[in-house]
């Protein structure tokens, strides 16, 4: 990472050992760096975890973001069962980090065991192509399990960006990790005591916005890539998507709207039509999460017919899981906007930050559906004797009855019905509004989110 300036910091006056940390002033802002593991050396020694864990709290203490570039074959050996002590106190003062400070990790090379660990602890990972990361490596499995695998398979960056969530970006090079943690720093303040900085835009807040509309195909069940329509809105049609390759049938990511930082969930209708599953309300729930945390305001895209059904998936805990998003949701303090698109339905309609999830504008297009179901489900349950002439009859009549957002707004459901052309304009003037908002939470110790 290029800077301004550069100065070392003192830990204790310990500076033997693998992780070395300094202070860069980035285009004004301090940033405490972390590198674990040397080209001399990569296992890690007591004094290393030591040396991570006061470099993590002077990052808390002083309120600049922490980011670690990592590259290590865990514990060294020799060095006995204290080496894995150290890491339980780098740990410690990382998770003080959480919420507090961003906490980005680069992972540029071969990362093991402790460390690895540490990786689920960030805020966001960023994985150079032919890097990866394990907390037990092939040998281990093979002896436990039987099964013969390798790095790569075990733990190589594309498995991390499209099978376990744990990347949320994948770069080719070092070059091309820092330029990208450059970027992601300038959508965040260096503490959740600030808010993010913005920037001038040269396009215009009230900008209309009549091709959003033109992406939603004519019929209800065709899909469509909901980040066209997010382009449309957003400042010089640019996100930065994390996780995009991982639960694509949600998507979260970093925009702006008239030079104001903000974090955008949607679903995705290409991908699973747009129903939640298990990672997806993982993926959700974690992303709103973090914007509260960092004061991005929240701007939600519904395009969803519910929760995907099926055996595997409650058995595996799609109600804990899902309950995730709601909970995410429904403690967020930061300015929330939510536009309906299309389909919401049942209880994903609910959880995707809807009026009563407690956001702050809830707006809708006229093409918007919100009900339990949709129609040919919800006469299949009620009319399931009916012939195949009276059902079609019936569903046109459930859609000209229930299933447009003109129900919603007589109920006070939706606060506004919107062409798509005012869209943009619409939420800049939502989040002007809302720039000064501050909701006054009552003191406990901590919330208990379902896990």
Not at 5 to 17: D, N
Not at 69 to 87: K, M, P, Q, R, T
Not at 116 to 134: R, T
Not at 386 to 395: C, R
């Amino acid at each position: 990472m290029d800077s301004e300036s550069k100065h070392f910091v003192k830990i204790r006056g310990k500076t033997a050992g693998s992780v070395t940390s300094n202070v860069l002033s980035l285009a004004g802002r301090n940033v405490m760096q972390v590198e674990i593991g040397t080209e001399e050396n990569k296992s890690i020694k007591p004094i290393d975890g030591e040396n991570f864990a006061n470099a993590a709290k002077i990052a808390h203490e002083q309120g600049m973001p922490l980011v670690c570039f990592v590259e290590s074959s865990g514990a060294d050996i020799l060095e006995g069962v204290a080496a894995v002590h150290s890491w339980g106190t780098a740990a410690k003062e990382l998770v003080r980090c959480s919420g507090k400070v961003p906490v980005i990790f680069c992972v540029t090379g071969a990362t093991v065991s402790g460390p690895a660990l540490l990786l689920g602890l960030a805020d966001f990972v960023i994985m150079i192509e032919d890097s990866y990361a394990f907390v037990s490596g092939p040998q281990m499995a093979e002896l436990f399990t039987g099964e013969t695998t390798n790095s790569e398979d075990l733990g190589g960056a594309s498995l991390h960006d499209r099978t376990t969530g744990v990347s949320h970006f994948i770069v080719s090079d070092l070059d091309e990790g820092k330029e990208l943690i450059r970027e992601l720093l300038s959508f965040l303040p260096d503490s959740a005591y600030e808010i993010p900085q913005g920037w001038d835009s040269n396009d215009a807040p009230d900008r209309s916005t009549p091709e959003a509309g033109d992406i939603l195909p004519s019929s209800i069940s065709d899909s469509y890539d909901v980040r066209d329509v997010i382009n449309c809105v957003v400042d010089d049609n640019y996100i930065l998507e994390s996780r995009k390759n991982w639960a694509p049938n949600i998507i979260t990511a970093f925009a702006s709207i008239g030079g104001r930082p903000i974090g955008v969930v949607a679903n995705q209708p290409q991908s699973m039509a747009g129903t939640l599953d298990i990672p997806a309300s993982q993926k959700g729930a974690r992303f709103v999460s973090f914007c509260d945390s960092f004061n991005l305001p929240l701007v939600t895209f519904v395009d969803t017919s519910g929760f995907y059904p099926g055996k595997d998936l409650e058995w595996r805990g799609m109600i804990r899981y899902g309950a995730q998003m709601a909970f995410a949701y429904a403690r967020s303090t930061v300015p929330r906007v939510c536009l309906i698109l299309r389909k919401s339905y049942g209880g994903a309609y609910i959880v995707m930050d809807s009026r009563y999830m407690g956001n702050d504008l809830m707006l809708a297009w006229p093409s918007a559906e919100i009900a339990v179901m949709g129609a040919k489900g919800a006469v299949e349950i009620l009319h399931r004797d009916a012939g195949d002439e009276e059902k079609l009859s019936l569903e046109s009549h459930y859609e000209e009855k229930l299933l447009n957002p003109f129900v919603a707004a007589e109920r006070g459901s939706v606060d506004r019905i919107i062409e798509p052309s005012e869209t943009r304009s619409e939420i800049a003037s939502a989040l002007a509004l809302l720039s000064e908002k501050k909701e006054r939470l009552p003191k406990r110790k901590h919330d208990n989110i379902p896990l």
